[in-house]
């Protein structure tokens, strides 16, 4: 079952791919403005801006252009950056890597809060601790990112100055020093993502304890740690893991106001600028890693909801 599901998923996969680079490519070269203008300068002559655009084959058909750009994919050849003539994966790359890091240390942050606020609120449901953390979780739905990053700025970097204000990192810095600057974006990161997680994750534990296969296993006389982790959690992460996988493609291609806020020098940065000056190939390439991302982290969070509950695995 879960390989005739994998496999599936990984054919809807390439079609999906296809499609969002299709709309991604349209849409990034009909928006308005001149390409050449804004990579050239207005200073330049028309000209100018005639032989780029000759060399760039820009004043071809759209779908042409399209065509000649996936062919090149499929060849392993992802293009060139239009404005400075450099690889697609040299110009993301370091961007990629810098959003990589922020995002593995938000979700290492993310894991355990969720289980932790969500299993507490579950068994003392009603209780003071259950009402603070829902009153929490409310609060961080309720407020955008810019808004929470710029809080623990002012909290954390300007008044108890235990963190700095821009996240600003370089390709030699040695672990310490990335944790240190990112702290803030990674702890704004897994809020974002931990309030959706933990509401949803309360709700289903607080009905699976009340289940009558979790009713017998306490009766016999289980330890009530080994019903909650090995009966009780399994059974209620399925809906919890699904918002993970959103979370993570969050994570991959959703930072833009996060990594904006702190100055990160992530793909959310890259992602802007490729926009503003109509870089197409390196649009194309961040909108198809957050697409595949999306998808795979989806096709995980299916494989281990089946995995985690015996009754989705019978056909």
């Known amino acids: 079952m879960i390989l005739r599901l994998i496999v599936q998923r990984l054919a809807l996969a390439v079609g999906t791919l296809v499609v969002v680079s299709a709309i991604v490519f349209f849409f990034t070269s ?28 820009l004043d071809q058909p759209v779908w042409e252009r399209y065509g000649v750009w996936l062919g090149d994919v499929l060849q392993g050849d992802l293009g060139r950056s239009l404005v400075n003539n450099e690889t697609v994966t ?3 790359g ?15 942050l993310y894991v355990p809060v969720t289980l932790i606020l969500a299993t507490v609120a579950a068994l003392r449901r009603g209780k003071l601790i259950d009402s603070l953390i829902s009153m929490v979780t409310l609060v961080g739905l309720s407020l955008p990112e810019f808004v929470l990053g710029s809080v623990l700025i002012f909290v954390f970097a300007v008044h108890l100055e235990v963190a700095p204000a821009l996240s600003i990192v370089n390709p030699g810095d040695d672990l310490v020093t990335r944790l240190h600057a990112t702290v803030l974006p990674a702890v704004t990161l897994m809020v974002a993502m931990a309030v959706y997680a933990i509401r949803m994750l309360r709700d289903n534990l607080i009905e699976v304890l009340g289940s009558e296969y979790v009713r017998m ?15 009780a959690l399994p059974n209620a992460a ?27 020098p992530g793909l959310g940065k890259a992602l802007i600028d490729a926009i503003s000056v109509r ?10 890693l957050a697409a595949a991302v999306y998808i795979l982290a989806n096709l995980l969070a299916d494989v281990l909801t089946i995995m985690l509950n015996p009754r989705l695995r019978t056909p």
């Open 30 to 57: 009909v928006l308005p403005g001149d390409i050449a203008e804004r990579v050239l300068g207005r200073e330049s002559s028309p000209e100018q801006r005639q032989i780029f655009r000759d060399q760039l084959n």
């Open 90 to 92: 040299a110009t993301i």
């Open 238 to 264: 399925g809906p919890a893991l699904n918002v993970t996988a959103l979370n993570l493609t969050y994570l991959i291609g959703g930072v833009v106001v996060v990594e904006s806020v702190f100055s990160y």
């Open 94 to 108: 370091d961007a990629a890597k810098n959003t990589l890091f922020l995002s593995i240390f938000a979700f290492a």
């Open 279 to 288: 870089d197409v190939p390196v649009v194309e390439a961040t909108a198809l």
């Open 217 to 231: 296993a306490t009766l016999k006389g289980v330890p009530r740690w080994r019903v909650v982790l090995r009966h």
